[in-house]
C-alpha cells in the first residue's frame, strides 16, 4: 500500500505463499509502515477473493502475483530493473497506474474491460515497453510518457466510447498501431526541429492536425490522440 512495502525474507525463498485476500504480496515478509514493522499474518481465507503470490525462486527471482476478477480493480505498479509482464485481462479495472526504470514491460488486455474505467496512465523510463489491446480498456483517458527507449503502443480491440489519448516522449521512439474497426481517429502533435512525425493511413488536414478516413462523416467513438516529442520518433499507423 501506500503506507509500506513488504519484503520478503530470504530463508523462506524456496517455498509458496498464499494470501488470500487484499493485494499482499507474501505471507512470510516484514511489512514497513509509518509505525514500524510488523510481522505480516495471513487472514483466513474467503473463497470469494483469492489472490496468490509466490517466489518461483531464490536464484532467478521470479514473482507471480494473482488478483480477483470478482470485484473492481484499480492497479498501482511500480517496477525498476528486470522484466515484468501484466495481463489485465478478464479485470474489472477501474484506474491503473505502472511505473518502469530500467526494464522491459508489458501489458496486455485480450478483452474488453466490463467495468467504466476512469483512466490508464503509464510512465516508461529506459528500457522498453509494450502495451496491446488499449480500446479494450474501457477508459475515458489514456496516459504514456516515455524517456529514452523503445515503446509500442497497440490499440487493439473496438472502442465503446470516446477515448482521449496523451503519448509524450522524450529522446525515445514510439510506434502506435491503430486498427481501421477501432473507431475513428484524430491526430494533435506538436512538431519541432528536433522530433520527427510519421503517420500512415491517416491525411494531414493541417499543421499539427491529421484524421483517419471519411473522418467527419463516420459516426463511429472518437480516439483522439495527443502527440508531443522532444527529440524522439513517432509514427502512428492506421492500418
Not at 114 to 138: E, V
Request: proline share 3%.
Amino acid at each position: 500500500t501506500d503506507e509500506g512495502m513488504v519484503i520478503p525474507e530470504k530463508p523462506l525463498a524456496h517455498q509458496s505463499y498464499h494470501a488470500s485476500t487484499g493485494f499482499s504480496l507474501a505471507s512470510a515478509g516484514a511489512v514497513r509502515t509509518d509505525w514500524g514493522e510488523t510481522i505480516y499474518e495471513p487472514p483466513v481465507q474467503r473463497s470469494n477473493f483469492v489472490s496468490n503470490a509466490s517466489m518461483l525462486s531464490d536464484d532467478d527471482e521470479r514473482y507471480q502475483l494473482n488478483v480477483t476478477r470478482d470485484i473492481p480493480v484499480s492497479i498501482s505498479a511500480q517496477f525498476g530493473f528486470g522484466e515484468s509482464m501484466m495481463d489485465w485481462t478478464g479485470i474489472k479495472l477501474t484506474s491503473a497506474y505502472v511505473e518502469t526504470g530500467a526494464s522491459n514491460a508489458r501489458v496486455s488486455v485480450r478483452a474488453m474491460n466490463q467495468y467504466d474505467m476512469s483512466g490508464c496512465k503509464i510512465s516508461a523510463g529506459i528500457g522498453s515497453f509494450m502495451m496491446d489491446g488499449i480500446c479494450n480498456l474501457n477508459a475515458n483517458r489514456f496516459e504514456f510518457s516515455g524517456g529514452v527507449g523503445y515503446y509500442k503502443l497497440f490499440f487493439n480491440g473496438k472502442l465503446a466510447k470516446n477515448l482521449d489519448a496523451v503519448v509524450e516522449v522524450g529522446m525515445g521512439n514510439v510506434s502506435m498501431d491503430i486498427p481501421p474497426d477501432a473507431g475513428r481517429v484524430q491526430v494533435y502533435y506538436d512538431e519541432n526541429m528536433f522530433s520527427t512525425f510519421n503517420f500512415k493511413g491517416l491525411n494531414k488536414r493541417r499543421d499539427g492536425y491529421a484524421t483517419s478516413v471519411g473522418f467527419d462523416q463516420s459516426k463511429a467513438p472518437i480516439l483522439t490522440l495527443r502527440l508531443s516529442s522532444g527529440m524522439g520518433k513517432m509514427e502512428v499507423r492506421y492500418k
